[in-house]
Every structure is written in C-alpha cells, then in structure tokens.
C-alpha cells in the first residue's frame, strides 16, 4: 500500500518537476527578452570593395526600421554621388540574439544528461551490488537475451517475495520496481511471444 | 469480478447514475477504441454537468471550467511543445559544432554565435573568427596541415560516437529495452528529447521532425491525465494527440498551418471538425512559444527559410517535372530497400545487436563523411545553403560565380553568371554526397533510436534539385540563342535561380517517400513564404505520387506498420474484392460451436470457465442456448455459485440460492449486425467508419485476398 503512495508521489513528482522545468525556461526567455544585453542587438553592413576603398563590415546597435546603408555607415567613405552606388552593393542585415538563453539553456540540459547519465551509472552498477548485500548472492541469475534486450532481474517474482519481510525506503522502492519489470515481463509474453491481445 | 452480495437489486433509474464498474471501459495497450461507446460516455457526462449547473453558483463555475478544460489543454501543450523544441534545436546546434572545435571565449556558443561577437571588420577577414578553435588548434596549435586534419577527423568520429554511444545506451537502460511500455510516458519523454539532440548531433544521417511529433504526443498525454474530462474517455484523449500531434510538426517547420495538415492526412484515425480549430490553436500557441525562444537568432522557426521572391517562367516546368519524377523513384527505391533491411533486421541475428548496431553505422558515417565539406555539415545546414540564393557576398564555394567587375546591379537582382572553379567542384562533390546520402539513409532510419526521415529526404530532393538548377542556369547563359530560352531568358537578366530547384526537388522527394499531399505543398509554402512557388511545388508534389504510387500504393508509415504487423485498418486503402460476410464469419463448418453467454443462467464460475478457455474479448449473450444452430444442453442443475443475469428482472430463483450477480451495465444492447449476405466491402466500410472494435478478423481476410500470410497480423 505504501509502495502504491510511494510510486504515486514518484510520478506526481516527476510530473510536476517536468513543468516547472519547461516553464522556467520559457520564463527565463521572457526575461532575457525583457533586458537585452548591449551586444546583443546589431545592424551589421558589409561593403564590399569599391574603386579605391577597401571593403569593410560595420556594426551598430540601432532599431530595425533605421537599419540601412546611410544610417549605419559611418564614416562613409565616398562623398557626394557616390555615396548611392556604393550603398547600392552593401549589404545590411538586422540581428539579435539572446545571449542569456543560450547559456541558460545549454546548462540546463547539460545538467539533465549528467543527472541521467548518474541514474544511469546507477542503475548499471551499484544496484546490483546493493541487492546482493540485502538478498544474497543467489537471487541475481542472469537469463539470456530475449529479443536482444538484456534482462538483468529475470527472477524478479522470488526478489518481490522475499522483499515483502523487510519494511523500509529502499526496499519500498524495489519493490514498485519489480512489479513493474514483472509486469513489463508478463506483457511482452504475451504480446510477443503467444500473439496475444492483453486482456 | 465483483462479489455477488455488494449488488442490489433496485429499480431501473439507479443503473444510469451509478459509476460504472472499475476497470471497465479503461484500454490496454494494442486495444481498439470503441469510439461510439466513448462518444456516449462523453455525451453522458456533459450532460449530466449541464444539468447539475443550474443548481447552485459552484455547479455553473464547475460547468464553465469543463468547458474550458478543454483550451487550457490546447494552451499548456503548445507551451510545452515550443519550449522543448525551442531547447533541443539550441542544445543540436551547439553540440554538432562540438565535434569540430569549441568556443574559447564561452564554451556553450556553437560556430556561428561565437562568430558573431568577433570584431573583425575588414572584406577580406569577413569570415575569419579567432575566438573558434577547431581541435587541431587547440590540441595540437596547427591549423594547416596534414597532422591537423587528421587530428579534426579523429576528433570528429571519437565525439559522434561518444554521442551515439551515450543515446543508445540512456534508452537501453533507463527504459529498459527498446519496446516501450508506456509509450507516451513521462519517461519517455524526457529520454527521447535528451537522446534525439545526442542522435542528431552526432551526424547520422536522420531528422528530428518525426521524434518531434511523439515529444508533442508525450506532452499531450501527460496534459490530457491532469483533467478528468480527457484522462477517463480514450476518445477525447485521442483528440488531444491529434492536435498535440499538428503542434509537433508546427514547430519542427514553423508551419502551424502544415501540422494541422499533417495531422490530419497521417496521423488521425477520427478527427472531428471542432479538433481541427482546437489543433490549429495548439500549433499557433507552439509556434509562438519557439519564436519568443529565438533559437536561430533572426526571429524565424526555421534554419532553412528562404525570403527570395524572383519569378519561375512556364518552361522551367519541364525541369520540376523531371524533379518530380526523381522524387516518386528514389521513393519507392527507399522504400522498398528500407523495408527490406528491416525485415532482415527482425528474422536474423542482426536484431539481436542494436547498440552494436547504432555504434558501426555511426562509424561508418562518420568515417565517410568528413571528407566531403557538404555531409559534414549538419544536415540542416546543408539544405538552408543550398535553398539559399547565391549574393554578390556570399564566399561560398557553390556560389563561386565569375562576377563581371563593372555590374552595377543591386545585390538581389545579379544576372546570371557563367560558373567559376569552385562551382564544378561543388557539383561532384554534391553527386557524391547524393549517393552516399541515399544509401546510408536506407540503413539508419528504423535503427533504435529516434530517427525522423523529413531532413534526409528534403536533403536528397535539394542536392538533386540544386545539381539540375546549375545546369540548367549555366545551359541558359551559355546558350541563350536557343528557341526554349530565347523568349524568357534575355542575356544580363536574372532568368533562373537554382534555390527553387532545390526547394522543388525537396518536396518532391519528401512527397514521394511519405505520399503526402496537400500537407506537404502547405509545409513547403509556409517554409518559403512565397506564395509564387505554389504550382511549381504542386507540379512536382503531385507527379512524385503519382509515380511512386505507379511502384506500390504504400507510403514508408503504413509500410512500417504493416511490417510490424499492427493491427491497424488504414483508412485510405479500399477494399476491391467481391466477398461476402459470411466468408470471414465463425464459426465455419467443422469449428466448434460460438462461445455464447446466455441472458440468465449462467454462473459465475461458468463464465469464469469460458473466459479463460477462449481468447475472445467480447461474446454474444442470447436468450438460451437453444436459440443457435446447434442445440446444447440447458445448463442443468444450480450449483452453489451465484447466478449471472443480464435482464432488467432477476430470474426466479429457489428460495435458498445465493443473491444473483447483475451485469447489465456491460452488456451492449444495441451491437452492430451484419446478415452473412452482407458483401465484405460493406462491412469493412462499417468497421472503418465507424470505428468498431473486434474487426481483426477483417484485417486477416483481406491479408489472404492480398495473398500475404494471414499469420503476419498477430493479434488474435
């Protein structure tokens, strides 16, 4: 019953972890669009070579509507009619960026592989070891690959079991996840193997 | 089984307004819908709610919130849509350049961030970018050289593997295994965002359009279980991942208009008319959220969005006809060829090995596409160069045109100019990158990992089409004295402009691998946002299907299916032979009796009893047994259990028997019926229509019409 509350906590838990993380990275964007960094807003032009003048890019930090040739480009090189001809070839473009997301976002998700990756280690190689000191060695058989996948707790009935006379955290946990292989287990039998619709 | 004494006997009304029974009427997975039962359900509880409103302040404020469950759903999923998206096209383009170099002044910008804070200002170092250190640089302190390349190459492949390495082995672990159960869990979720950006990252030839569509589906379910109205009914649920289902393909083109298509041509089963403003509302508010995001520093939704507006003349026509016709073939030949792989993949030994699997094909690509400046880029990028016209600045190789020194043009309107060296470089190493492009494809997508085919094919169909634009741009110059150009194509004007090609030949490509229609044409003009380019899209969408419909009526989804042998009845397949029911109908002679309850003298262990020696899910009640065929025993003699009735009245009973079970509640009163005259056509058609269960037998009969293995549909 416990291990019911437990695995429903889990999932609430999750659910509402999922969320808030997604809804503080759209916050975190909102803000960052709120309060742009200097260098992240540009007109940048760039001019190609033209009779004597040498090309040359220009940057300015200026609105999108006065992002043009003779707003941007200063000093202008050329004088009097030329200066039309010359504008002509160069070629401006509005930019912005929002450095703060970047960043933020990349280290969010950083952070969630490298939390991922623990579970993962976790999972692979303390987990074993764990249940031999609380069960002993001689529940962890390994069976053979079915359909390629690994199936690392093939008895997982006898560990349910004997793991319902000792009540703490940890085996609670065990537990709800052992139902839950046995269960993935049973439906792939099923499914899979005698061409059956669960019932 | 509900024990017998917890049931009453009382009057009629009370049936109506009890809950129903627990577990009953929830689906497992690999069950069909019952789409009228669920539509009831839902007619029920709307209007019980709308008659309890009336009571009280309380009742009409919970009526209102019903109502509007429904668009907060709508409003939380497109939210949620946008950010993951928004956070896996960043996290892509910062780990693809990963595999080349990194950022010394701030580790998490990618190539083209990086760049941007540089301060170089001269013409010549426009492209130069001291703050980005490829590898080679930074390890080694070379950047020319034959020690330096090798050292990028080594780099390049150690980190795709790394990446793939990784993916496959967060699924493998953390989901248990490949066949997913709770396939649009939270778990899912979150592992199938984190691997596809590692997957696409580590330059395999795949898209992250389709894994798109299952994160929205994800989001969507887990919205949908928040509020009752959706987490009980499995009929509005599915509407839910329809519309979830067009705010996926919104943000992975920036098309809302194109994912409500979408979801409507590929992916829905029943998609009423109020779904369809519900999805459109979803994809909007998705497109939204990705745009506030900003993911690719210019306020669009895609890498590759083109703004050019020059004009096609009728005859290039013939050139996008010719696209089309390239597209319907390397349709059917993926098809055919993937499918094939994947059947070798089920029935020998190579299935058993997927990581090992994803590790060589990721070597393999890695090894072969480096050399090639056009597959080492991501795939993304290849195609926006590529849809991208050529300007007087670009420095690309493939826009290394001989430019005449006294043009006086504006820079959007440049003439055509005869091709330089670097753009016949570009054209083989593009042939070679076609090839290796279709072929690698064939064996990466249908690999255990999240792979879309989107990107590759529109890959495939641009390098095709940019190859034919340059031809017939530089046959134009070269030869402007021809009658074909002579009346549209005036020497020192801009007559042809080899992006479109490109933007032709990917949309007949995609078109011709997944037979979609009016979707795709949709997707592409959103994607250009050039309403010019219309019929030359149309043209060479609509010849695309034609001729890969002229190889086999299967596009790559349904083939999948039908491969994995879902029991699924495809609504755009027709049923052309000239059968009756009573061919498919059981039992035939020589079978054993139907299994029947009866209305009232049945008990419970008798039933028990009949459920576990068949398979069937759902058996005929009748009034006695004596009303079949053949005439059974009356089941004599009451045993100790209690009796099962399924009239309105309890059967008169001995005074000492135990309380009789009631269980009219799951009886279906009013079952569809077919005559065993009635023609097969006709009961396929009500089946698909109207969405019935227990139509598997169905699916096998029309296996046998079509002389495949009946046994190949494997749910009994």
Redesign the interface.
């Given at each position: 019953m416990a291990s019911l509350w437990y695995g429903g906590l889990l999932?609430l838990g999750?659910?509402f972890s999922?969320?808030c993380l997604?809804?503080s990275?759209?916050l975190f964007?909102?803000l960052t669009?709120a309060a742009k960094n200097f260098?992240d807003v540009r007109c940048k032009c760039?001019?190609?070579?033209y009779k004597e003048n040498?090309?040359?890019?220009?940057n300015k930090n200026i609105s999108q509507k006065d992002c043009d040739c003779l707003h941007v480009v200063e000093p202008m090189p050329v004088r009097g009619p030329d200066v039309e001809?010359y504008c002509?070839?160069c070629?401006c473009k509005y930019?912005?960026?929002?450095?703060v997301?970047?960043?933020v976002?990349?280290?969010?998700?950083l952070s969630?592989?490298g939390l991922?990756?623990l579970?993962?280690v976790y999972?692979?190689l303390v987990e074993p070891i764990l249940k031999r000191r609380l069960f002993g060695h001689s529940q962890l058989l390994q069976s053979d690959?079915d359909?390629?996948?690994?199936?690392p707790f093939a008895n997982a009935h006898d560990v349910l079991a004997r793991s319902r006379s000792r009540a703490n955290v940890l085996n609670k946990v065990e537990y709800a996840q052992q139902r839950w292989?046995l269960?993935?287990q049973e439906?792939?039998k099923s499914?899979?193997d005698r061409?059956?619709?669960?019932? | 089984m509900v024990s017998a004494g917890a049931m009453s006997t009382s009057g009629n009304l009370m049936d109506f307004l009890d809950e129903p029974f627990p577990d009953v009427g929830t689906y497992?997975?690999?069950?069909t819908i019952d789409w009228l039962r669920e539509k009831s359900r839902d007619t029920d509880r709307h209007r019980k709610i709308t008659s309890k409103s009336k009571e009280s302040i309380w009742e009409f404020i919970k009526s209102l919130l019903d109502a509007w469950s429904g668009w907060v759903v709508m409003l939380l999923i497109g939210?949620?849509a946008g950010?993951?998206a928004?956070?896996i096209d960043?996290?892509v383009d910062?780990m693809t350049d990963l595999k080349e170099g990194v950022c010394l002044s701030?580790f998490?910008?990618s190539h083209e961030?990086c760049c941007?804070?540089s301060n170089?200002?001269?013409?010549?170092d426009?492209d130069k970018c001291p703050l980005w250190q490829k590898w080679s640089e930074l390890l080694l302190s070379q950047s020319e050289g034959a020690s330096a390349y090798i050292l990028n190459y080594l780099m390049y492949i150690l980190w795709a593997l790394l990446f793939a390495f990784?993916a496959v082995?967060?699924i493998?672990?953390?989901l248990?295994?490949?066949?997913i159960?709770g396939y649009l869990g939270?778990?899912t979720?979150?592992?199938k965002t984190?691997t596809l950006?590692?997957v696409v990252s580590s330059g395999l030839s795949l898209g992250k359009e389709g894994p798109l569509v299952h994160v929205a589906c994800c989001c969507g379910n887990?919205f949908s279980s928040l509020f009752s109205k959706y987490s009980k009914n499995e009929g509005k649920r599915r509407e839910v991942l329809s519309a979830a289902a067009a705010a996926g393909v919104s943000v992975a083109f920036g098309a809302p208009i194109g994912g409500v298509l979408f979801s409507l041509e590929e992916v829905s089963y029943y998609f009423p008319l109020k779904t369809l403003w519900r999805s459109f509302f979803a994809a909007l508010v998705a497109a939204f959220?990705l745009r506030?995001?900003?993911p690719f520093?210019?306020?669009r939704l895609v890498l590759f969005y083109v703004e050019y507006h020059t004009p096609w003349y009728m005859a290039e026509l013939f050139p996008f006809i010719l696209l089309g016709v390239f597209g319907g073939l390397w349709g059917t030949l993926f098809t055919r060829c993937n499918i094939a792989w994947c059947r070798r993949r089920k029935t020998t030994r190579l299935?058993?090995?997927?990581v090992l699997e994803v590790i060589v094909v990721t070597a393999i690509t890695a090894i072969i596409a480096y050399p090639n400046p056009y597959t080492r880029q991501s795939t993304s990028e290849l195609i926006s160069e590529l849809f991208n016209d050529c300007?007087?600045?670009e420095s690309s190789q493939l826009c290394d045109y001989i430019n005449d020194p006294n043009m006086?043009r504006?820079?959007d309107d440049i003439p055509d100019r005869p091709a330089g060296v670097g753009v016949y470089t570009a054209m083989w190493q593009l042939a070679l990158a076609l090839i290796f492009k279709i072929v690698i494809t064939i064996f990466t997508f249908g690999m255990k990992i999240p792979s879309g085919l989107f990107i590759p094919s529109m890959a495939v169909g641009a390098m095709a089409g940019r190859m034919v634009g340059i031809g017939v741009e530089q046959l134009a110059y070269h030869h402007h004295d021809w009658i074909i150009f002579r009346n549209w194509c005036r020497p020192g004007a801009d007559c042809v402009t080899p992006g479109l090609y490109a933007m032709v030949g990917a949309a007949a490509c995609l078109g011709g691998v997944t037979r979609m229609t009016v979707s795709l044409v949709v997707i592409m003009f959103e994607l250009t946002g050039g309403l010019e380019y219309i019929v030359p899209l149309m043209a060479a969408a609509v010849t695309s299907k034609w001729v890969a419909d002229a190889f086999g009526k299967e596009g790559i989804y349904e083939a999948h299916i039908h491969l994995n042998g879902y029991p699924f009845l495809d609504v755009k397949d027709e049923f052309t032979h000239r059968t009756l029911a009573t061919d498919v109908m059981r039992p035939r002679r020589g079978e054993p009796p139907l299994s029947v309850l009866t209305q009232d003298s049945m008990t419970v262990e008798d039933v028990e009893t009949l459920i576990k020696e068949t398979?069937y899910?759902g058996f005929p009640v009748v009034v006695s047994r004596d009303s079949e065929q053949n005439a059974r025993q009356r089941q004599e003699g009451i045993v100790s259990n209690s009796i099962m009735y399924f009239t309105e009245e309890p059967p008169e009973l001995p005074a000492n028997s135990p309380h009789p079970l009631k269980l009219r509640r799951i009886l279906n009163l009013s079952p569809f019926t077919v005559t065993d005259h009635t023609p097969m056509e006709t009961v396929v058609d009500i089946f698909r229509k109207l969405g019935l269960r227990q139509c598997l037998d169905v699916l096998r009969h029309m296996a046998q019409m079509a002389n495949q293995d009946p046994e190949s549909i494997?749910?009994?």
């Amino acid at each position: 019953m416990a291990s019911l509350w437990y695995g429903g906590l889990l999932r609430l838990g999750s659910g509402f972890s999922l969320s808030c993380l997604a809804l503080s990275v759209l916050l975190f964007a909102q803000l960052t669009g709120a309060a742009k960094n200097f260098e992240d807003v540009r007109c940048k032009c760039i001019c190609p070579p033209y009779k004597e003048n040498p090309g040359h890019i220009y940057n300015k930090n200026i609105s999108q509507k006065d992002c043009d040739c003779l707003h941007v480009v200063e000093p202008m090189p050329v004088r009097g009619p030329d200066v039309e001809a010359y504008c002509l070839r160069c070629e401006c473009k509005y930019e912005e960026r929002s450095s703060v997301t970047i960043k933020v976002t990349i280290i969010i998700y950083l952070s969630i592989l490298g939390l991922l990756l623990l579970y993962m280690v976790y999972l692979t190689l303390v987990e074993p070891i764990l249940k031999r000191r609380l069960f002993g060695h001689s529940q962890l058989l390994q069976s053979d690959d079915d359909v390629g996948d690994h199936q690392p707790f093939a008895n997982a009935h006898d560990v349910l079991a004997r793991s319902r006379s000792r009540a703490n955290v940890l085996n609670k946990v065990e537990y709800a996840q052992q139902r839950w292989k046995l269960q993935v287990q049973e439906q792939r039998k099923s499914v899979f193997d005698r061409h059956v619709v669960l019932s | 089984m509900v024990s017998a004494g917890a049931m009453s006997t009382s009057g009629n009304l009370m049936d109506f307004l009890d809950e129903p029974f627990p577990d009953v009427g929830t689906y497992e997975d690999f069950h069909t819908i019952d789409w009228l039962r669920e539509k009831s359900r839902d007619t029920d509880r709307h209007r019980k709610i709308t008659s309890k409103s009336k009571e009280s302040i309380w009742e009409f404020i919970k009526s209102l919130l019903d109502a509007w469950s429904g668009w907060v759903v709508m409003l939380l999923i497109g939210l949620l849509a946008g950010t993951l998206a928004g956070v896996i096209d960043l996290a892509v383009d910062w780990m693809t350049d990963l595999k080349e170099g990194v950022c010394l002044s701030a580790f998490w910008y990618s190539h083209e961030q990086c760049c941007w804070t540089s301060n170089e200002t001269t013409f010549e170092d426009r492209d130069k970018c001291p703050l980005w250190q490829k590898w080679s640089e930074l390890l080694l302190s070379q950047s020319e050289g034959a020690s330096a390349y090798i050292l990028n190459y080594l780099m390049y492949i150690l980190w795709a593997l790394l990446f793939a390495f990784l993916a496959v082995s967060l699924i493998k672990t953390i989901l248990s295994g490949f066949i997913i159960r709770g396939y649009l869990g939270k778990w899912t979720l979150l592992i199938k965002t984190v691997t596809l950006v590692l997957v696409v990252s580590s330059g395999l030839s795949l898209g992250k359009e389709g894994p798109l569509v299952h994160v929205a589906c994800c989001c969507g379910n887990f919205f949908s279980s928040l509020f009752s109205k959706y987490s009980k009914n499995e009929g509005k649920r599915r509407e839910v991942l329809s519309a979830a289902a067009a705010a996926g393909v919104s943000v992975a083109f920036g098309a809302p208009i194109g994912g409500v298509l979408f979801s409507l041509e590929e992916v829905s089963y029943y998609f009423p008319l109020k779904t369809l403003w519900r999805s459109f509302f979803a994809a909007l508010v998705a497109a939204f959220t990705l745009r506030s995001i900003n993911p690719f520093g210019n306020s669009r939704l895609v890498l590759f969005y083109v703004e050019y507006h020059t004009p096609w003349y009728m005859a290039e026509l013939f050139p996008f006809i010719l696209l089309g016709v390239f597209g319907g073939l390397w349709g059917t030949l993926f098809t055919r060829c993937n499918i094939a792989w994947c059947r070798r993949r089920k029935t020998t030994r190579l299935g058993k090995y997927p990581v090992l699997e994803v590790i060589v094909v990721t070597a393999i690509t890695a090894i072969i596409a480096y050399p090639n400046p056009y597959t080492r880029q991501s795939t993304s990028e290849l195609i926006s160069e590529l849809f991208n016209d050529c300007g007087a600045l670009e420095s690309s190789q493939l826009c290394d045109y001989i430019n005449d020194p006294n043009m006086t043009r504006p820079v959007d309107d440049i003439p055509d100019r005869p091709a330089g060296v670097g753009v016949y470089t570009a054209m083989w190493q593009l042939a070679l990158a076609l090839i290796f492009k279709i072929v690698i494809t064939i064996f990466t997508f249908g690999m255990k990992i999240p792979s879309g085919l989107f990107i590759p094919s529109m890959a495939v169909g641009a390098m095709a089409g940019r190859m034919v634009g340059i031809g017939v741009e530089q046959l134009a110059y070269h030869h402007h004295d021809w009658i074909i150009f002579r009346n549209w194509c005036r020497p020192g004007a801009d007559c042809v402009t080899p992006g479109l090609y490109a933007m032709v030949g990917a949309a007949a490509c995609l078109g011709g691998v997944t037979r979609m229609t009016v979707s795709l044409v949709v997707i592409m003009f959103e994607l250009t946002g050039g309403l010019e380019y219309i019929v030359p899209l149309m043209a060479a969408a609509v010849t695309s299907k034609w001729v890969a419909d002229a190889f086999g009526k299967e596009g790559i989804y349904e083939a999948h299916i039908h491969l994995n042998g879902y029991p699924f009845l495809d609504v755009k397949d027709e049923f052309t032979h000239r059968t009756l029911a009573t061919d498919v109908m059981r039992p035939r002679r020589g079978e054993p009796p139907l299994s029947v309850l009866t209305q009232d003298s049945m008990t419970v262990e008798d039933v028990e009893t009949l459920i576990k020696e068949t398979d069937y899910n759902g058996f005929p009640v009748v009034v006695s047994r004596d009303s079949e065929q053949n005439a059974r025993q009356r089941q004599e003699g009451i045993v100790s259990n209690s009796i099962m009735y399924f009239t309105e009245e309890p059967p008169e009973l001995p005074a000492n028997s135990p309380h009789p079970l009631k269980l009219r509640r799951i009886l279906n009163l009013s079952p569809f019926t077919v005559t065993d005259h009635t023609p097969m056509e006709t009961v396929v058609d009500i089946f698909r229509k109207l969405g019935l269960r227990q139509c598997l037998d169905v699916l096998r009969h029309m296996a046998q019409m079509a002389n495949q293995d009946p046994e190949s549909i494997m749910f009994n």
